[in-house]
């Protein structure tokens, strides 16, 4: 049996192109330069996993053809990651039913704050988004996915990777505390964050991503949430072994029950 991650997006909260922005990678023909915000799906049989969903998850679902989910994880509270919300909508249309939400309690609490209507009881005619918030602090299993939170720190916030299977997903962090670390034994494939060239207070840039993902040592890497700083072309030539850029719309294998 195999486990499917497509990447929906794979870009900063900017975005790239950037605004306003005529650099080489903004005006780049690649389309692997054209990188939506930062957000997978994750399936297996007929589980399918949304991670996050920030303000360009209707072109998203549309590009992908998505048409059910089984439920969403949150990673954090940030804009970046959380204000597609209201696109969720068309799940709870086609579905019929209430879609089921995970995330740490701040999470929880940030997101039923902000998008109060989301969590109201369901409107018969689902015509707004209908979602329950429910807190995950260790293994679950959905299906034959078994996803587990990987706490992490962005800058001094905690937030969540997660694992499932053999795969994580780690977007969004400056440092991974040990415990953590001892939950990414035997990866088949690691996602992780890479900003840009420069350090950032709250996320690694592309030294401090491969040096964490040697010590990692996933038998794969792709990286994500990428500023316009970093061309597809370019950062993909000066990889080490076994460590690549993800883009928009990538999609990648994994055997589960292998480690
Ligand atoms: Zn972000
Ligand atoms: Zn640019
Ligand atoms: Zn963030």
Not at 126 to 142: N, T, V
Not at 227 to 247: C, K, N, Q, V
Request: proline share 7%.
């Amino acid at each position: 049996m195999s486990l499917r991650v497509r990447f929906l997006g794979t870009g900063s909260s900017a975005g790239t192109p950037q605004v306003g922005c005529d650099c080489a990678v903004c005006r780049s023909d690649d389309p692997r330069n054209r990188r939506s915000r930062a957000s997978i799906l994750v399936e297996a049989t007929d589980v399918a996993l949304l991670v996050d969903t920030g303000p360009d998850l209707r072109q998203q679902l549309l590009r992908e053809n998505i048409r059910a989910l089984t439920a969403v994880l949150y990673t954090h509270f940030h804009a970046d990651h959380i204000n597609g919300i209201d696109d969720l909508r068309a799940f709870n249309f086609l579905q019929k039913q209430v879609l089921d939400c995970y995330g740490d309690a701040r999470t929880g609490k940030e997101l039923e704050e902000r998008f109060r209507y989301c969590f109201l009881p369901p409107d018969p005619a689902w015509a707004k988004p209908s979602l329950r918030m429910h807190p995950i602090e260790g293994p679950r299993d959905f299906g034959p996915l078994r996803v587990t939170p990987v706490p992490v720190l962005h800058g001094y916030l905690p937030i969540y990777g997660y694992r499932f299977n053999d795969v994580a997903y780690l977007t969004d962090l400056k440092s991974i505390p040990d415990s953590s670390m001892a939950l990414l034994q035997n990866l088949d494939i690691l996602i992780l964050d890479c900003l840009r060239e420069d350090e950032h207070p709250t996320h690694i840039n592309v030294t401090e991503a491969i040096a964490l993902a040697q010590t990692i040592g996933a038998r794969r890497t792709y990286f994500t949430h990428m500023t316009h700083d970093l061309g597809f072309t370019a950062l993909a030539e000066r990889l080490p072994a076994r460590m690549w850029p993800a883009y928009d719309g990538l999609e990648l294998h994994s055997d589960i029950g292998v480690s």
